[in-house]
């Protein structure tokens, strides 16, 4: 697997405004805000069984109602479609819970 470029990279995140490029080009990041731990709780379980379904497992960190997300592909040297397609489930799974968030 190689890692996007910068030109995909732009073009990708058209589809994920709340998502942050950093390092250097090589992760994406974004903090989910919740209304309280429960929920935070359960957006990250149902993930958790995205990740184990895409063998694609994030850089993540939970307080209280909120949960910090950084996404790479370690065997790509950097940012792939893999974190993208991963981006795009939380999101979509963030709007089932949060309706009024995206």
């Known amino acids: 697997m190689t890692p996007l470029d910068e030109k995909s990279t732009r073009e ?3 589809s ?3 998502w942050t490029v950093n390092r250097e080009g090589g992760a994406i990041r974004r903090s989910f ?9 359960g ?3 149902q993930m958790a069984i995205v990740s184990e379904k895409m063998d694609h497992h994030p850089e993540w960190f939970n307080v209280y109602n ?3 997300v950084t996404l790479t592909t370690h065997d790509a040297g ?6 993208i397609a991963w981006a795009t ?5 963030y ?3 949060i309706p009024h968030a995206e």
């Open 12 to 14: 990708l995140m058209t």
């Open 16 to 18: 994920l405004p709340e």
């Open 33 to 41: 805000h919740f209304p309280d731990f429960s929920q935070a709780f």
């Open 43 to 45: 957006f990250m379980a």
């Open 66 to 68: 909120r949960v910090e």
């Open 78 to 83: 950097g940012l792939s479609t893999r974190d």
């Open 89 to 93: 489930r939380a999101d979509a799974a």
């Open 95 to 97: 709007t089932r819970l």
